[in-house]
């Protein structure tokens, strides 16, 4: 079949590479052109994409990149992986009205659109339809079909693949549903069809706020444990020695990256629009997790005070900036705030983030440095932030002369968990 992946990011090219090792022709369209000339060239800017993946489905003919909308006429499914940010508290879906508006001019009789952006319940048959079938002039459901599939990727991830993750489809009919779960039978091991487009939304919403409230409830366990004295860390290797009725989460500086601290917000929003009630665990949990930075900044600067040195004008390290362990992705990293406090308290920052190159150190707030032995011992406190796997632990535990361990990953008399 001929398939179109709008969005070449770090959901739609795996899923466009993927499509295209199964056999499928396709068509990466992305409006970023810097984007569409490094795929041509066969270079992989998605870390779970190696270059050399990209390069064979290149050659064999069966994927293409462009940021020509003309180049997607034909199209048997098209695919839209675009992002879904949220501004000031309002879901922001320009990106999916953009698309809808392109592929609709290409749309056929018979054609499939799938929308995989996450999203409140609702946007597939109120948004994304509606925006269809006034580009194409045709109807959907009997000109052509549609539906929902969220996407569930997870970076850096090397127990749960790609393919390996089940994949759950919704159509707008029977017949969306059929065409659209063939489809996605074809390159995920399992698919799990659900009733309706609005119930596959809403579970995207549910699995992350899951995540999103048991993060900020132990997050602020952490914050209680710490004033009553007692180790939250041992406390929770305890708890998870139940077997059954508990699931593990850690503390830490705060959640980021590109769905955990948005996601929730779309459902909050929708909530707050159409049923004129607060979905209060959302934003409980909003607050909490914000706020986490800040408590990790109020920690150092009661500990530098405590050794005689002010935070002002003290030089601090912080250890892994990224929003997640072993990503190169620093979106909505609380990482960033925890850098911007300090440099507004008067101190001097440095950060080592050894998953951001060197020629991409503007990504960076602060002066990017290796965690040197020396860069270490220089610095009054050492932050860890994100573990990734090539620091030098045991290098941070002997030279370092104080380190506030948000990860809970050293030990020694100079260290201090969060």
Known sequence: MQIVVAGQGYVGLPLAVRAAEVGHRVVGYDVDGHRVQQLAAGQSYVRDVDSSRLRAVLASGDYSATADAAVLAGFDIAVITVPTPL????????????????LGEHLRPGATVVLESTTYPGTTEEVLLPLLEEASGLKGGEDFLAGFSPERI?????????????KVVSGIDAKSLDVI????DGIF????????????ELAKLIEN???FVN??????MAMLSASLGVDIWEAIDAAATKPFGFMRFTPGPGVGGHCLPVDPMFLSWKVEQELGVPFRFAKLADDVNRHMPDYVVQRLVAALDKRGIPIRGSRILLLGLTYKYNATDLR???SARVAELLIDFGARVRGAEPNIPDGDSTKLNVPQVDATPDEVA?????VLLMDHPQFDLPTIEKYATYVLDCRNRLSGANIETL
């Open 209 to 211: 706020t899951f995540r």
């Open 87 to 102: 501004r000031d508290g309002v879901p922001d879906l320009t990106y999916i009205e953009s698309c809808a508006r392109t």
């Open 154 to 166: 997870a970076p850096g991830n090397k127990r749960w693949s790609f393919d390996g993750t089940p």
């Open 215 to 220: 993060i900020s409830m132990v997050n602020e």
């Open 181 to 184: 779960k063939g489809f996605y």
């Open 189 to 200: 091991r399992t698919t799990v069809p659900v009733s309706g487009t609005k119930v596959a």
């Open 332 to 334: 909505n990293s609380p």
């Open 378 to 382: 220089a610095a009054d406190a050492v």
